[in-house]
């Protein structure tokens, strides 16, 4: 690492590598940006987001995120993506307390937040509990795609509950 580049300096370098496909470049700035601060979050967050979508490994994305909110819980990113692996996961109990924990910070996307505890409801087949946290993402969405994605979760899912309802025939 460069003595004359700072930490902000080489984190944006790292980013932009990344940004132009050269994810290889990226990790090795970003492990570089570790070992140079073990304190700069935003490093573990990259190393998470490579990790998850470029690597796929998603135990060492797990941790990265994890270590991002050890350090900077208050860093509204982190959260989108860490829930995303975890109901990709299926991690259910980590992954409620993580949106909980999310809804609380300043800048968050509470939209997305809902909807990936929907996600992770319908997943499990719990269709009512989908549908309610569905609900409450179409109030949180702030532009019309977000809204029409919403708008087509609540129908999903509630063509999934009148199909699984059981009919009572009385004479």
């Known amino acids: 690492m460069d003595i004359y580049c700072t930490v902000e300096e080489r984190y944006v370098q790292a980013v932009e590598e990344l940004k132009y496909g ?6 090795q700035l970003f492990n570089e940006l570790i070992v140079a601060d073990a304190s700069y979050a935003r490093a573990y967050y990259q190393l998470g987001i490579i ?3 470029h690597i796929r490994d998603y135990h060492a994305a ?10 900077e819980a208050n860093f509204p990113d982190v959260y989108h993506d860490f829930i995303k692996l975890l ?13 909980f924990k999310a809804l609380l910070v300043p ?8 909807k990936q505890l929907g996600l992770l ?21 702030l532009d019309k795609e977000d809204a029409e994605d919403s708008k087509e979760d ?11 309802a059981k009919f009572v025939y009385s004479l």
């Open 62 to 71: 797990g941790y990265f995120f994890s270590k991002c909110i050890e350090i």
């Open 22 to 27: 050269e994810t290889a470049r990226a990790l």
């Open 154 to 164: 609540i129908e999903r899912v509630g063509d999934k509950i009148s199909s699984g």
């Open 107 to 114: 800048g968050i996307n509470h939209w997305l937040i809902y």
């Open 51 to 53: 990790n998850y979508y």
């Open 87 to 99: 109901v990709f996961l299926n991690m259910e109990m980590k992954a409620k307390s993580t949106a």
């Open 121 to 141: 409801e319908e997943k499990n087949q719990k269709y009512n509990a989908a549908l309610s946290y569905y609900k409450k993402a179409y109030n949180y969405s």
